[in-house]
């Protein structure tokens, strides 16, 4: 059974919910759902400006991790109403130089009244010592 290391990251804030920023197993690291929020707490915006906090959240929970955003393989996209997709949509392709595969759906409800949640999976392409 592969250990799991828990990742908690200086400077993302904290949530209110006893979960982890990340938990990373073997080469994988599953990043939990990011909201548009900073030390003050949750911070309403457009739904674009709402997705570029949250990424912003899981770049640095990845890195402190040890992976990068060509490490992310997967991305959930939660939206309070799918009509915002294109916006985000935008800003996902300037995110990735290789888009990472993904599922999007409409929420009845995010935590705050948020308008996007992302969460993520990165792994890294090291199998034992050797490259896949």
Known sequence: MSKRTIIDVPGVPKSPSPIANAVVVGNTCHISGQLSVYDDGYRPGTPRAEAERAFEL???????????????????????????????????????????????????????????????????????????
């Not at 935008?90 to 759906?105: H, K, Q, S, V, W």
């Open 58 to 132: 899981i770049f640095l929970i990845a890195a402190e991790a040890g992976f990068d955003r060509s490490d992310i393989v997967y991305v959930d996209l939660a939206f309070a109403d799918l009509d915002d997709l294109p916006d985000v949509n935008a800003l996902y392709g300037e995110l990735f130089e290789t888009p990472p595969a993904r599922t999007i759906y409409q929420a009845a409800k995010l935590p705050f009244g948020a308008k996007v949640k992302v969460q993520a999976v990165a792994m890294k392409s090291f199998i034992g010592d050797k490259e896949a």
